[in-house]
């Protein structure tokens, strides 16, 4: 497997000021410079001692206990144990649970934290773990029940689990049936082209799951799988035991929700004096905090001071009953977007976090809850991003003539293609033939104007008729062109649908199960795990074997 690196911009104003610009942004980000050793030195020494021995042995107990149940290897229990070391830090990043992983970046994500976490551990001295957050609290179906995969035809498939679960309801507390898992996989099966490797992933994944459970620990085992040995530790935040770690920042956060929230409108207010977007829509009256009641989660907004209400639920109580509730009950309550980092923080000792262009630009306003909790935004790096070659792309692209390092941004190659092969003369004809026809028919209904208004219109229909069949003669002769050189045609096809998915970057649609069935999954977990922090938003272009 051989590759190239390179940095390029994320498309986001603040995440990509971020990187090229710290220090005109780095009031936003708490002066969390990401390229700068001694900013993790720091951190470690400002945030271990927050974590008392019980609290690291509760952590290590049920997160070690999770990855026996996922079936981890024996790199990933040693990397959970290391959480019960006194100097012990972690990089973490996270990803909702999709099927399959869904897209590609989420195995990026896991890298990108591994990478990190082996490079910090040699600098700073003390273990440093990576850490996998699977946001299996989510309640956006839409986002986590689909995966795209090319099919031998080369043509792009959602694949999608139905039925959907109820409004609201949590990936956590939605249990997949039996029924559902059979139709997906029959689906995927039928999509993926034929072969030994495409039988082993679909084989595979069956077994990876079992009956009872959500999506959650079916991705946690599906990304345990791709990453190999590295030492993932993956952890899923639902877990009663780690509910019951984080329950005093549900009492905080709600016992102090006027301030929370007045800190949260001024960090809004300082990223848009700065001249930057908000990346998430401010709802002025939400809580941070959702109410949990039969696995649905239901916003509870500030109806007056110190009075909350679950809204669409109707239930509403003083701000005090709500954290009695909270404080006997934490796995009735969840974060939402803004509050998750704070969690993050408060239930593992995050030495930096590891997102995307989005959430690099949403911590800013995350920092508003940090604050109202008496911290600090961690260090935040962008993930590694790539693009895959495979060996067919590649020597597709050299067959043709074409630079792949010219193909990295989307582009039309089947129309330029048919073109060459002779549609740009039938068509630059046929725009002369519709010119004729049209000037043609125009003469002739002014021509005979006099003889009654109905020539104009029988000129008109006539002429629309002709073009009709003028445009229908365009559409046949590209599809004949089409089908002389489908062979040729599909060649270019084939660039395009795996570089350029769905017209979006491979690694925002494609599923790693695509890559697995066609090139095996050592294409998958011998990518590389990128560890160097003073190299901003890189992206690496690999050639698969």
Not at 40 to 52: G, K, L, N, V
Not at 180 to 195: K, Y
Not at 400 to 417: H, K, N, S, T
Request: overall charge neutral; proline content about 7%; aromatic content about 8%.
């Amino acid at each position: 497997m051989q590759w190239r690196v390179r940095t390029e911009p994320t498309g986001n104003a603040l995440t990509d000021m971020h990187a090229a610009s710290f220090a005109s942004v780095a009031h936003l980000y708490d002066g969390q410079d990401p390229k700068r050793r001694e900013t993790y030195a720091r951190r470690a020494e400002e945030i271990a001692p927050w974590f008392s021995a019980a609290h690291r042995a509760a952590l290590a107990d049920a997160v070690s206990g999770y990855l026996r149940e996922l079936g981890a290897g024996p790199a990933a229990l040693a990397q959970a144990e290391k959480l019960r070391h006194p100097e012990a830090v972690a990089v973490v990043t996270g990803q909702q649970a999709g099927l399959f992983t869904g897209p590609l970046y989420s195995l990026y994500k896991a890298l990108s934290a591994v990478g990190l976490a082996e490079r910090l551990e040699q600098e700073l001295g003390r273990p440093v773990v990576p850490v996998f957050w699977v946001a299996s609290e989510d309640h956006d179906w839409a986002e986590v029940n689909h995966a795209y995969v090319i099919d031998s035809q080369d043509e792009v498939c959602r694949i999608r689990l139905r039925p959907d679960p109820p409004l609201h309801q949590m990936v956590y507390h939605t249990p997949l049936t039996e029924a559902m898992v059979d139709e997906v996989l029959c689906e995927l099966r039928r999509r993926l082209p034929a072969g030994e490797e495409a039988i082993e992933a679909a084989e595979w994944l069956r077994a990876a799951w079992r009956p009872g459970e959500s999506l959650a620990p079916w991705f946690a085992r599906v990304l345990l799988h791709l990453t190999g040995d590295r030492g993932l530790v993956v952890l899923d935040p639902c877990l009663p035991p780690l509910r019951r770690l984080i329950g005093s920042v549900w009492v905080q956060t709600l016992l102090r929700c006027d301030d929370v929230i007045a800190d949260v409108d001024e960090a809004y207010a300082e990223v848009a004096r700065a001249g930057f977007q908000p990346n998430v829509v401010r709802d002025v009256s939400h809580s941070m905090l959702f109410y949990v009641h039969h696995g649905q989660r239901f916003a509870l907004e500030r109806v007056r001071s110190g009075v909350l209400r679950a809204r669409g639920l109707g239930m509403e109580q003083s701000v005090d009953a709500w954290a009695k509730l909270a404080e006997a009950d934490p796995t009735a309550f969840s974060a939402n977007v803004l509050l998750r980092p704070v969690v993050q923080d408060h239930l593992i000792p995050t030495l930096a976090y590891v997102g995307g262009p989005a959430e690099i630009a949403y911590h800013t306003l995350a920092r508003g809850v940090f604050h109202a909790h008496g911290r600090r935004l961690p260090p935040l790096l962008h993930r590694q991003r790539m693009v895959l070659l495979p060996p067919t792309v590649v020597r597709n692209a050299r067959k043709l003539g074409l630079r792949l390092d010219r193909l990295l941004e989307p582009r039309d190659l089947v129309a330029p293609a048919l073109a060459d092969l002779g549609l740009r003369d039938v068509t630059e004809a046929l725009a002369r033939m519709r010119r004729e026809t049209e000037a043609r028919w125009q003469r002739f209904g002014e021509a005979f104007a006099h003889l009654g208004p109905q020539m104009r219109d029988m000129a008109a229909h006539q002429m629309r008729s002709e073009l009709y069949l003028v445009n229908r003669m365009e559409s046949r002769s590209a599809r004949l062109i089409q089908q002389r050189h489908d062979a040729y045609l599909r060649q270019y096809r084939h660039i395009e649908r795996w570089l350029w998915t769905d017209g979006q970057p491979q690694e925002r649609r494609l599923c790693p199960v695509a890559v697995w069935a066609r090139y095996g999954l050592r294409s998958l977990t011998g990518l590389p795990a990128w560890g160097d922090y003073d190299l901003p938003c890189p992206v690496y272009e690999v050639e698969l074997p």
